[in-house]
Structure formats: structure tokens, C-alpha cells
């Protein structure tokens, strides 16, 4: 991959990661809930990359390593998505994009606690500064004081350390001479496989429908052709370049969620915000420091 190619890969993969918050937002408004949108992605997603997979020629191999790791993925992923689904439709967008942004620096304490990384000064600065960011956001915003704790914000505070959990799994367990296009299908596949059940509890067969503007399954469908573009750029990059450069794209996904989330729905961009955007900006800067070569 070159430096171009990487360039353009994670400036995409930033926008989609930091408009994602937004528009799973604008889901829960719509609507869609999130048991049909776990579901719907999962299948609709794993079938795009099969056919732009057979369009490029390639054939999927699949044995039982690709499939187990298909389902672990599919797991470590889908909770905390399936809780950020919920969660972003009683936080703000700002806030979410901020506190899950910190989700790189978790990676490397879990790594180091692994044995997975050595220890950095530099990137134990990164962690601390990251961590003061989040306080800083969470602790400032009205709903979130100590008189009336919001814990929907506190929940999404545990996302990150979820997703450092998947972020490493990823990494780890990759099955040799798998394609990036193939850990795509199969995990996919498998969280619309572990979904389903979830869908069917919260809407049982003849039970009536839930009410859903006309724009959310529109929505749900536009939002699906750009995860499938998000997997490919996301598992190609795992595969080339490994998790450290991959979460890059925060760099470009933090603020551009925040812009979102002031153009979309008018949120407030108040002093707090942007020093804790500053403070997660010197942090994941610290952090790239740290692991350049």
C-alpha cells in the first residue's frame, strides 16, 4: 500500500467513522430500531462484499479458522455497537464522537496489560492526557453532574474499552492468508447469524410492525453501502498496515463528528468541548509520537 493509497484510506475511513454517529442518531429518529439495524447491516453488508468480491474475480476460502474468527468478530462487535445504537439516542453527538474517540489509547493499555506492546512513557502520557479529555467533556455537560448522573453518558464512556477488546482481536487472531475482502464476509455473516435471535425476541413473528418513517429504511440502506465501503478500507488496512496506523483515522473522524453533530442537529460547541477536543487531539498526537518509527 502506498503513502498516497494509505492517505486516501484513512481521510475515508475517518469521514465515514466520524458521520457514523450522526447518522445512527438520525436512525433512532427515524424510527429503525436497533435489533433490525444490527440485522440488516449484518447480511446486507456481508452480501455487497461477496458480489464485489465475485466482481473482482476473487474466490471466497473459507474454512473453520475464517469462520471462528468471523464470529468472534462478529461479537466483540457487535455489543458495543449494538450499545452505541442505543446510547446516541440519548446522548449528543459531540459527546459520543469525543468520549468513543478515546478508543485508540484503551487499545494500547489493554495491549500493554496483554503483553501485546512494550512500555512507552510516551504513550502512558497519551492514555493519561486521553483519559483527562473524556473527563473533561463528560463532567461539564449538564445532564452529566453529580445532582443527576446521566447514565447513558456513562455507558458510553465503557465503549471504548469494548472496542479496544475487537480492535486487538482483529489484529491477533487474523487467519493466515485470509483476504481483507473474506474477514469482511465472515463477519459480516455471522453478526447478522447472532443477531437474528435479537430481532426475533424484540419482534416476534406476528407481532405488529414498529413504526418507521418512510426515510428510515432509505436511510438504513444508504448507511449499509458505506459501511461496505467503511469494512473494506478498515480490514484492508488491518491486514497491511496493523491496528496503529489503522486508528489513525481518528485524527479526521473526532472533529468531523463534532461538525456533524453542530450542522445536523444544532448541538452546542461550548468551551469544555473544544478543550476536550484539544486535549484528545494532543493525545492521540503523543501516541503517534510514540510508535513512529
Not at 150 to 167: D, R, S
Not at 184 to 195: N, R, T
Not at 266 to 290: H, K, P, Q
Request: hydrophobic residues 55%.
Amino acid at each position: 500500500m502506498t503513502g498516497l493509497t494509505q492517505a486516501l484510506f484513512v481521510i475515508g475511513l475517518g469521514l465515514v467513522w466520524g458521520v457514523s454517529p450522526a447518522l445512527n442518531k438520525t436512525l433512532g429518529l427515524a424510527g429503525v430500531p436497533v435489533s433490525v439495524i444490527l440485522v440488516a447491516s449484518g447480511f446486507g453488508v456481508g452480501l455487497g462484499l461477496i458480489i464485489l468480491q465475485r466482481l473482482a474475480g476473487e474466490r471466497i476460502k473459507l474454512g473453520w479458522p475464517e469462520v471462528l474468527y468471523g464470529f468472534g468478530c462478529a461479537v466483540l462487535i457487535n455489543v458495543p455497537w449494538g450499545i452505541g445504537l442505543a446510547a446516541i439516542r440519548h446522548v449528543p453527538v459531540t459527546l459520543s464522537a469525543v468520549v468513543t474517540s478515546t478508543t485508540p489509547l484503551w487499545t494500547f493499555a489493554l495491549a500493554l496489560a496483554l503483553g501485546r506492546e512494550r512500555f512507552s512513557g510516551l504513550r502512558l502520557l497519551a492514555l493519561v492526557v486521553g483519559l483527562i479529555s473524556c473527563v473533561v467533556v463528560i463532567v461539564t455537560r449538564p445532564d452529566a453532574r453529580l445532582s443527576g448522573v446521566n447514565w447513558w453518558v456513562l455507558v458510553t464512556a465503557a465503549l471504548p474499552l469494548l472496542y479496544a477488546g475487537y480492535n486487538i482481536y482483529t489484529s491477533a487472531a487474523w487467519p493466515k492468508g485470509m483476504s481483507s475482502r473474506t474477514a469482511g464476509v465472515v463477519e459480516s455473516l455471522a453478526s447478522g447469524v447472532i443477531c437474528l435471535p435479537l430481532l426475533l425476541w424484540t419482534g416476534p413473528v406476528g407481532a405488529a410492525a414498529p413504526t418507521v418513517q418512510a426515510t428510515g429504511y432509505l436511510l438504513l440502506f444508504a448507511v449499509i453501502v458505506m459501511w461496505i465501503a467503511e469494512r473494506v478500507c478498515y480490514f484492508s488496512m488491518i491486514q497491511h498496515l496493523g491496528s496503529v496506523s489503522t486508528v489513525q483515522a481518528v485524527y479526521v473522524a473526532t472533529p468531523a463528528a463534532v461538525l456533524f453533530g453542530f450542522a445536523l442537529f444544532g448541538e452546542t460547541i461550548d468551551l469544555w468541548l473544544l478543550l476536550g477536543l484539544v486535549l484528545l487531539m494532543m493525545s492521540l498526537w503523543l501516541n503517534n509520537r510514540a510508535v513512529a518509527p
